[in-house]
């Protein structure tokens, strides 16, 4: 059975940091595309991070500078260090694997941990 498990999330101050984890089981995470994505209240789900397994790494604008995924994956777990935080920086935040089968993809998503930016 394949579980990704986020922790790490929590209250912050504005300015402050977070890091969150995102442990794997089950699957192999060095053969899959890892993301961080995050859900604001009434938003849509959007994509925060990503890392592939080359180590190429993306960033939505609103957090460039600011936050770092990396990935372990003697540890099979992924990372995403949030810095410099801002309230609009308030969501859950849920962690993704994926694996490319030409077009096609399989996703494997965790249950996502809180982050709440505020003073």
């Known amino acids: 059975q394949v579980q990704l498990v986020e922790s790490g999330g929590g209250l912050v101050q504005p300015g402050g940091s977070l890091r969150l984890s995102c442990a794997a089981s089950g699957i192999t995470l060095s053969i899959y595309t890892m993301g961080w994505y995050r859900q604001a209240p009434g938003k849509q789900r959007e994509l925060v991070a990503s890392?592939?397994?080359?180590?190429?790494?993306t960033y939505t604008r609103s957090v460039e500078g600011r936050f770092t995924i990396t990935r372990d994956n003697d540890k099979n777990t992924a990372y995403l260090q949030l810095n410099s935080l801002e309230p609009e920086d308030t969501a859950v935040y849920f962690c993704?694997?994926?694996?490319?089968?030409?077009?096609?993809?399989?996703?494997?998503w965790g249950q996502g941990t809180q982050v709440t930016v505020s003073s």
């Open positions: 890392i592939t397994n080359g180590y190429s790494t």
């Open positions: 993704n694997a994926r694996r490319y089968y030409g077009e096609n993809f399989n996703d494997y």
